[in-house]
């Protein structure tokens, strides 16, 4: 884990980068840079990535999550990610960082009771307009920043 803080902080310190030590869930991982011990330093083109368990930021990309994520309208972990919307480039070193203890399996519910279930198709509809509007915007962002 040293390796990788150091790496970072003496190639990428004076940038607004956020990158995520930890992840649980990898879709489409592009590795851009080369690390030691093994480890890429990349971006994911589909996500939300998951988990808000380890991260390394510089100060300048701390200073504006500050301004840009007031008010908050999304879960913390899946704010953050926004590049887009922050400003703040977003990357993931694989693989992890920092080991997390537990299973790794869900903890959500797929036994609930039928009152519990989804909302009928057209009552989520929003949520997949949004979902979808943010799935082209990380592609979009992706395709633009292909370099650290």
């Keep these: 884990m040293i390796a990788v803080v150091d790496h970072l902080n003496a190639h990428h310190a004076s940038s607004p980068i956020l990158v995520r030590l930890v992840t649980h869930r990898i879709e489409f991982y592009e590795p851009l840079l080369k690390m030691s011990e093994g480890r890429s330093l990349g971006q994911c083109w589909f996500g939300p990535s998951g988990s808000a368990a380890g991260y390394w930021l510089t100060r300048a990309a701390a200073e504006t999550l500050i301004k840009s994520l007031q008010p908050g309208y999304l879960p913390f972990d899946i704010a953050i990610e926004r590049a887009w919307e922050t400003g703040v480039a977003n990357y993931v070193v694989r693989p992890n960082v920092c080991a997390i203890r537990g299973t790794g399996h869900s903890t959500i519910n797929s036994t609930a009771p039928a009152h519990h279930k989804k909302p009928v198709w057209y009552k989520r509809l929003g949520a997949a307009q949004f979902r979808t509007r ?15």
């Design 134 to 148: 943010a799935l082209f915007a990380r592609i979009f962002w992706c395709m633009l920043h292909r370099k650290i």
